[in-house]
Nanobody, 124 residues
Framework: QVQLVESGGGLVQAGGSLRLSCAASGRTFSSYAMGWFCQAPGKEREFVASISWTGGSTVYADSVKGRFTISRDNAKNTVYLQMNSLKPEDTALYYC?????????????????WGQGTQVTVSS
């Protein structure tokens, strides 16, 4: 069992930056692939970024490439999402997720555990 707790969300102006963190419980964190998803009001949950269990492989949604960076610190059981050049359309509830499979993945069904989410609001 893995418990995930996100933090770092908030209100920021367009063009600004935020760094989201996701702290995981459990001794096997380093064997999980981790992902970030977002869900805006009235929309379906969307893939944002994913990182393999080693950190050696990352995948990004086209909408965030070049602006967001996913990383992990297995010693701290934490995955991060650095969000730069934020846009109003990035406003959403951001979730982190863990996958037993280990490889980076883009589909929500690929993930076994989910956090409660942290709100990101970007003003224009």
């Amino acid at each position: 069992q893995v418990q995930l707790v996100e933090s770092g969300g908030g209100l920021v102006q367009a063009g600004g930056s935020l760094r989201l963190s996701c702290a995981a419980s459990g001794r096997t964190f380093s064997s999980y692939a981790m992902g970030w998803f977002c869900q805006a009001p009235g929309k379906e949950r969307e893939f944002v970024a994913s990182i393999s269990w080693t950190g050696g492989s990352t995948v990004y949604a086209d909408s965030v490439k070049g602006r967001f960076t996913i990383s992990r610190d297995n010693a701290k059981n934490t995955v991060y999402l650095q969000m730069n050049s934020l846009k109003p359309e990035d406003t959403a509830l951001y979730y982190c997720a863990a996958s037993l499979a280990g490889r980076a993945g883009t589909y929500s069904d690929y993930y076994n555990y989910w956090g409660q989410g942290t709100q990101v609001t970007v003003s224009s």
